[in-house]
C-alpha cells in the first residue's frame, strides 16, 4: 500500500473517531483553543489560505503537513470539500508527521509538480 493510500485510510479512521475538525474557521478556532496536534492542507489550497494557516498555526506552534491529495480527494472521505483539517489526537498526528516525511511521499509529490 502507498504512502497516499496509507494517508486516506489514516483520515477515515480520525474522522470515524472525531479526532478530525475540518474547515478553515473551525480549524483556527481549534488552533487558538490549543485543542490541536497538527493541521493537514491539500495540494489545491490557495496561496492565500495557506499563508493564514501557517501565520496562525506558526504562532501556536503547530506543524502544518501537505497531505499529497487534493480537495477532491479528501471530499469522497468527509463528504465535504474542505482544503485544511486538524487533527485533535497525538498519536494520529504523529502518524501523519511519518507519512508526510516518507521518502517514497515525496518522491510522488515531485512527479506531480
Known sequence: MNSQQKIINLLTIC????????GFDAVKEAV?????????????????????VKFFCGN???????LGIDSAD????????VVVAAISDFGFAKRFKELANDPLMKKAKKKQQ
Open 15 to 22: 474522522r470515524k473517531s472525531g479526532k478530525m475538525i475540518s
Open 32 to 52: 487558538y483553543e490549543g485543542n490541536v496536534s497538527c493541521v493537514l492542507t491539500t495540494d489545491d489550497i490557495s496561496q492565500k489560505t495557506l499563508k493564514e
Open 60 to 66: 501556536s506552534k503547530v506543524d502544518v503537513l501537505e
Open 74 to 81: 479528501l471530499y469522497g472521505i468527509l463528504g465535504k470539500e
